[in-house]
């Protein structure tokens, strides 16, 4: 079983940079390859960004290209978000994902984190 920590989060104003972590445990992360999503109130979640497992390929969600870079330290078994020029509708709970696989894209996932909140103020 993989196990998924996200951290990071937190209130940043509008054009700020945040950097989220994703802590794995329970299994060989470099067997898996990784993805960021996130679901604001009221609405479904999306795909933000993912990372094959030995991180040669990324794939973005295009409201994210240019301002997000996905990357990940299999020695230390994390994956980050590093966000930059942060706009209010970037607020929403960030979501690490995990799956089994070389490259899982845009999902579906098999493990999940429990979230971390961040919030852009305008």
């Known amino acids: 079983q993989m196990q998924l920590v996200e951290s990071g989060g937190g209130l940043v104003q509008t054009g700020g940079s945040l950097r989220l972590s994703c802590a794995a445990s329970?299994?060989?992360?470099?067997?898996?390859?990784a993805g960021w999503f996130r679901q604001a109130p009221g609405k479904e979640r999306e795909f933000v960004a993912a990372l094959s497992r030995l991180g040669w390929t990324t794939d973005y969600a295009e409201s994210v290209k240019g301002r997000f870079t996905i990357s990940r330290d299999n020695a230390k078994n994390m994956v980050y978000l590093q966000m930059g020029n942060l706009k209010p509708e970037d607020t929403a709970a960030y979501y690490c994902a995990a799956k089994s696989q070389p490259w899982a894209g845009r999902g579906p996932y098999d493990y999940w984190g429990r979230g971390t909140q961040v919030t852009v103020s305008s």
């Open positions: 329970g299994r060989t992360f470099s067997a898996y390859s």
